[in-house]
């Protein structure tokens, strides 16, 4: 009994002994890994700061405004009017408008002449 | 043996196995032994796989440094103060194992620090030294390439302000261990990150950004009209503040000349030999703002009943104090009415007007507008209004038109607010605020029947009084609003030369929402052509400002006459 016992015992410990050590390792190497991805994250991080900051600073108003004046007179920028401003119940109505009969009666006859109305981009011009 | 001990049998055992009995009690004891330490250590281990293990692992080392701080953003959510994480370079002389390599190499990738440079700080025994703060993330990926040793990086956090100066004033500074010094950098400290840094949470790198009332756009216009004025003018200072007359927020805040607040100790570079040149003029720099305040005298005098809108008051002599005598600048010199008064800054018309009110009455009602104690705002630099605590019947009367008494122009602009709102004192603030929220703190100071009254009053100068020029560069925004040329008191008297200009107005007048003071500190005729006081400057500065934010605001230029025939009170029309 005790030799079964004394055999149990000792494979208890070595595959314990065993499983210990790979348990170790393994641990090691997740740490090793997990600071490599923190150091990439911190990197990272950094690196965003950097653009956060370029795009923060691209956007002032302060750095658009010396571009815009300095490309004023090439795209005809210029500060609005009063003028510019208006509201749709200020734009007048369309005049009513006699029916332009002469078109009229030029499309019928071009129609009638085997014309295709469509076809031609002329028949605008015509009135 | 006797027969008797035969008989009964008596066992004696032999020493062998008395011995061999004892041998096994004491393996079994053994063994209960062993089991028992067996179950102790197993239990111990369960016991220690069950806790976490504290987390510190080499190369896992949180840098000390980093100590951040909540971005601040404009109420856009542009943003006007980050944290940029930068890596510095510092190396351990005493772990440099090849002093020539390493120089050699540094030198390579770091050509502006120069070889002198470093072998003077590589060599020795020392343990730390800085070699570069604030490198670029490539800078460090080529430096880690080469493979020194002794030669490591931290990452510091550092305050950056894409805008530069632009918001100066608004946003202040921090020092070198990222600290608040000065505006609200210094307010957020002692209100929040200070809690957190003590609560071990300020390291954390996702602090929730801070959303300002200030709108940058109109930030920056302000600034730049103010630069343009500075020179225009050839004043010593220009400074402004707009708010926002429902939600007391403050859109712009500018008092130049300012500082660059990524170099704090521009800060305190002296002007002209002076070193508090660049102090924020809105809301630590008291002014007697001159007649600014008749729109205040006539808003108390109208609320209180004591005068009406159609009353006229005598203004053909000037009033006498003893030896003194108060003109008018513009002088009718007749019998003025009340919107008279105000449309050619009568100075006799106001004091009347004054007068009739009562003193005591009068200085009630500037505690009553926060025109005394130090401006409400969340900035540390502030400074008390010096307002005599009881008025005389001389003081009582400079004061109607703003001299005797000094201000500064935040509390102006909250008080030219709470006229033009309908009557309510909304306290002015830098952060972002609701409307509900406002309507929460604030609380009411004037009849809304005065306020209409006072807007009527304030287009009234806009379009024909001293106001004209600003509503003439920005036409069709309704600008309301009220000049004053205060005279500086130059070694003891009151100079005619040198002056402050100050506009205060409000726009757009049908429906006000905006509310703006502008100085103008010492300024020079523009040309030989031009005035000096301050219709000239500031009140085209103003002009030149609402017309470039006015649209952005979200106001639409209307030049329909009719907006303006709606303002007259009835009794006048």
Not at chain 2, 92 to 100: A, K, M, S, T, V
Not at chain 2, 341 to 363: A, C, F, H, M, P
Request: net charge negative; with cysteine; glycine share 8%.
């Amino acid at each position: 009994m005790i030799r079964s016992l004394n055999t149990l015992l000792v494979v208890v410990s070595v595959v314990g002994l065993v499983a210990v050590y790979a348990l170790k390792s393994q641990a090691e190497k997740t740490a090793v890994e997990i600071s490599a991805l923190e150091t990439t994250v911190a990197r990272k991080t950094e690196f965003l700061s950097t653009l956060r900051a370029d795009w923060a600073y691209l956007n002032q108003p302060s750095t658009l405004e010396p571009i815009i004046v300095r490309h004023a007179a090439e795209l005809g920028l210029a500060p609005s009017s009063a003028e510019q401003f208006t509201s749709l119940e200020s734009i007048p109505m369309r005049p009513p408008s006699e029916p332009n009969s002469a078109a009229l009666e030029a499309l019928l006859v071009s129609l009638e002449a085997g014309i295709d109305p469509t076809a031609s981009p002329t028949i605008g011009a015509a009135q | 043996m006797t027969l008797a001990a035969t008989q009964a049998q008596i066992a004696l055992e032999g020493a062998s196995k008395v011995r061999g009995a004892l041998t096994r009690n004491r393996i079994r004891l053994a063994i209960v032994v062993g089991c028992v330490v067996f179950a102790i250590l197993g239990g111990r281990l369960v016991q220690l796989a069950m806790t976490a293990a504290e987390e510190k692992f080499p190369g896992a080392v949180q840098s000390a440094l980093t100590a951040s701080r909540p971005a601040l953003i404009d109420r856009n959510g542009l943003e006007m103060a980050i944290d940029l994480q930068a890596p510095s370079l510092y190396a351990e002389p005493r772990n440099i194992i090849d002093l020539d390599e390493a120089v050699e190499k540094l030198a390579q990738a770091l050509p502006e620090l120069g070889r002198d440079f470093l072998r003077e700080r590589l060599d020795g025994d020392e343990g730390f030294v800085w070699l570069k703060r604030e490198l670029s993330p490539a800078q460090e990926d080529a430096i880690l390439r080469l493979g020194i040793p002794g030669v490591d990086f931290v990452t510091e956090t550092k305050r950056y302000y894409p805008g530069g100066p632009v918001a100066a004033h608004v946003l202040g500074a921090v020092d070198v261990d990222n600290v608040g010094i000065a505006g609200l950098e210094r307010y957020i400290d002692t209100d929040q990150v200070a809690v957190l840094q003590e609560l071990g949470f300020a390291r954390d790198r996702a602090l929730a950004p801070i959303r300002l009332s200030i709108d940058l756009r109109v930030q920056n216009a302000m600034h730049s009209e103010l630069t343009d004025a500075l020179e225009r003018y050839q004043a010593i200072a220009a400074a402004g503040v707009m708010m926002d007359i429902r939600t007391g927020e403050i859109l712009a805040l500018a008092s130049l000349p300012d500082f660059d607040p990524n170099n704090p100790a521009s800060a305190l570079a002296p002007v002209e030999g002076r070193t508090d040149a660049r102090i924020n003029r809105i809301s630590a720099g008291t002014f007697e703002l001159g007649s600014t305040f008749k729109t205040i005298t006539m808003a108390a005098a109208l609320d209180a009943g004591a005068i009406s809108i159609t009353d006229r008051f005598d203004a053909r002599y000037p009033v006498h104090f003893g030896r003194y005598a108060i003109d008018d600048f513009h002088g009718q010199h007749r019998v003025l009415s009340v919107p008279e008064i105000y449309k050619y800054s009568s100075n006799i018309g106001i004091i009347k007007v004054e007068q009739t009110l009562g003193r005591d009455n009068y200085r009630a009602f500037l505690s009553r507008l926060g025109l005394d104690g130090a401006p409400l705002i969340e900035l540390p630099e502030r400074k008390r209004a010096n307002v005599p605590e009881r008025f005389s019947e001389i003081v009582a009367a400079t004061a109607a038109f703003g001299h005797g008494l000094s201000v500064t122009p935040l509390q102006l602009v909250t008080a030219y607010s709470a006229i033009a709102n309908g009557g309510l004192f909304v306290p002015p603030t830098l952060m972002a605020r609701t409307e509900e929220e406002a309507r929460a703190q604030s609380r009411r100071v004037l009849r809304p029947e005065t306020s209409d009254l006072m807007r009527y009053l304030l287009r009234l100068n806009g379009i024909e009084g001293t106001g004209k020029r600003t509503s003439e560069i920005a036409e069709g925004f309704r600008i309301g609003g009220k000049t004053g040329t205060a005279e500086k008191v130059i070694n003891g008297r009151y100079s005619s030369d040198v002056t402050l200009a100050v506009f205060a107005s409000v726009f757009p007048m049908d429906a006000p929402r905006y509310a703006m003071v502008i100085l103008v500190d010492e300024p020079q005729r523009e040309n030989a052509q031009s005035g000096k006081t301050a219709a000239w400057n500031a009140g085209e500065v103003s002009g030149r400002i609402i017309r470039r934010v006015g649209p952005l605001l979200g106001v639409v230029p209307d030049l329909d006459p009719g907006l303006d025939e709606a303002l007259v009170p009835v009794v006048l029309r």
